[in-house]
């Protein structure tokens, strides 16, 4: 069975640091892997997605992750931290065979001026 | 146009009663979704359909019932309302894994 752990609950960085939240997950083959934001009362947004290819992708607001086959992980990364990337993180984990997606437990991301 | 809409965002109302929420995807993706978001924010796939059909049907008390009429919409029907019923329901959908879209969410409130 497919799983996703974030290991992370809360994190907090300051405005202007840099940012990389952690993910890893467990499957027998190539998954496919997302990372969502939520924002408070709001609903889930798709920063990025890996399917194949190049291991280092790049996904919106300027985020990009890193697939590494070999620790299993998918981390996501920032450069430099903007207040309103204040939210929840979601890393997923997707079967190519019957599409269903697994949510980590999130990471809380705060950012303090 | 919203992509996936999700109607009511808001619903409270008391144990014992039978509520529905719908759902309805502009995308054209033949697989829609029902997540259940508990109050530490872990998402849970509760059911999924592909082209009216079900596919995916977690361990799900039996008094949660979707219902596909087509392939753009997907409603949740739940029964005899629980107070662990409490939660935000979201709707989704996907097109052979390249992506999943996600309504804004339904915040169920039981009281």
């Known amino acids: 069975a497919q799983s996703v752990t974030q290991p992370d609950i809360h994190i907090t960085v300051s405005e202007g640091a840099s940012l990389e939240l952690r993910c890893n997950y467990s499957?027998?083959?190539?998954?496919?892997l997302f990372w969502y934001v939520q924002s408070p009362g709001q609903g889930l947004q798709l920063l990025l997605k890996y399917f194949s290819g190049d291991t280092l992708v790049q996904g919106i607001k300027g985020f990009e992750a890193e697939f590494k086959r070999s620790q299993s992980s998918f981390n996501l990364r920032k450069p430099s931290v903007h207040w309103s990337d204040a939210a929840e993180y979601f890393c997923?984990?997707?079967?190519?065979?019957?599409?269903?997606?697994?949510f980590g437990t999130g990471t809380r991301l705060t950012i303090i001026p | 146009d919203t992509a996936v809409s999700q109607t009511p965002k808001y619903l409270v109302t008391q144990m014992g009663n039978d509520k529905s929420i719908k759902c309805e995807q502009n995308l054209g993706h033949d697989t829609m979704y029902w997540y259940k978001q508990d109050s530490k924010k872990f998402l849970k796939i509760m059911f999924s359909?592909?082209?009216?059909?079900?596919?995916i049907n977690e361990t799900v008390p039996n008094r949660f019932s979707p219902k596909s009429p087509d392939k753009a919409h997907l409603n949740l029907h739940i029964n005899s309302l629980e107070l662990g019923d409490s939660a935000v329901y979201f709707c989704?959908?996907?097109?052979?894994?390249?992506?999943?879209?996600f309504g804004s969410g339904t915040r169920l409130t039981v009281v």
């Open positions: 989704a959908s996907s097109q052979s894994s390249y992506g999943y879209t």
């Open positions: 997923a984990v997707a079967s190519p065979r019957n599409e269903k997606l697994t």
């Open positions: 499957y027998g083959a190539t998954p496919y």
């Open positions: 359909y592909n082209n009216k059909e079900l596919i």
